[in-house]
């Protein structure tokens, strides 16, 4: 599967961004998709995941401020970041595999990266 991420830019602290990522295919209900990010200097990180059944995950960082979520019909997974702080700042990026786990590794297509900067 083929991935497109798109809706990353310039927001203030407290601020909200949708971010979205497009898939190609017919087999797209049939994966688990995530969301990962990676600032400079630092590790990707795991920030949410949705699973085939619709069941989500995220990371202790983001819960409670961000939703991720997916449309099948549409092929498309989402992910709607509110209350944004400067820390969220980073290139965030779609995934999608087959494993019902949170570790990059495990997560065999990536989009090209959007890239989220929360200042002032």
């Known amino acids: 599967v083929q991935l497109q991420a798109s809706g990353g830019g310039l927001v203030q602290p407290g601020g909200s961004l949708r971010l979205s990522c497009a898939a190609s295919?017919?087999?797209?209900?049939?994966?688990?998709m995530a969301w990962f990010r990676q600032a400079p200097g630092k590790e990707r990180e795991f920030v949410a995941r949705?699973?085939?059944?619709?069941?989500?995950y995220y990371s202790d960082s983001v819960k409670g401020r961000f939703t991720i979520a997916r449309d099948n019909a549409k092929n498309t997974v989402y992910l709607q970041m509110n209350s944004l702080k400067s820390e969220d700042t980073a290139v965030y990026f779609c995934?999608?595999?087959?494993?019902?786990?949170?570790?990059?590794?495990?997560?065999?297509?990536w989009g090209q990266g959007t890239q989220v900067t929360v200042s002032s």
């Open positions: 995934a999608a595999g087959s494993a019902s786990v949170n570790l990059a590794e495990a997560f065999g297509s």
């Open positions: 295919g017919r087999s797209f209900s049939t994966y688990n």
């Open positions: 949705i699973s085939r059944s619709g069941g989500t």
